[in-house]
């Protein structure tokens, strides 16, 4: 399973950007993907999450209203559209997959990662 990322950028308070998670290698079957992000010196958090089959999403507390993922399963893609962007969600945002029947916003659940996109807010 590889995942890319993209789509990340500097950019104001109160900005908007999109992230893309190119999936590949995923087999078929209950899969999700999460996004997650992580600043230098705290420990990776969860924001959003997607359940392939049936797109059931799932969102921290501290996005809900601001973040919004979704999936293109043709292009095999996966977004978060993130708005109203603060200060304190600059990070390095990762996409993840993992194999289960539901999904869960902890890092630890994830078996495959990308290599992250840089997101800056000033």
């Known amino acids: 399973v590889q995942l890319v990322e993209s789509g990340g950028g500097s950019v104001q308070a109160g900005g908007s950007l999109r992230l893309s998670c190119e999936v590949s290698?995923?087999?078929?079957?209950?899969?999700?993907i999460g996004w997650f992000r992580q600043d230098p010196g705290k420990e990776r958090e969860g924001v959003a999450a997607?359940?392939?089959?049936?797109?059931?999403?799932y969102y921290a507390d501290s996005v809900k209203g601001r973040f919004t993922i979704s999936q293109d399963n043709a292009k095999n893609m996966v977004y978060l559209q993130v708005n109203s962007l603060k200060a304190e969600d600059t990070a390095m945002y990762y996409c993840?997959?993992?194999?289960?029947?539901?999904?869960?916003?902890?890092?630890?659940?994830?078996?495959?990662w990308g290599q992250g996109t840089q997101v800056t807010v000033s």
């Open positions: 993840a997959a993992v194999r289960r029947t539901y999904c869960l916003l902890n890092a630890n659940e994830y078996n495959y």
């Open positions: 290698g995923i087999t078929e079957g209950t899969n999700c």
């Open positions: 997607i359940m392939i089959l049936g797109a059931t999403t």
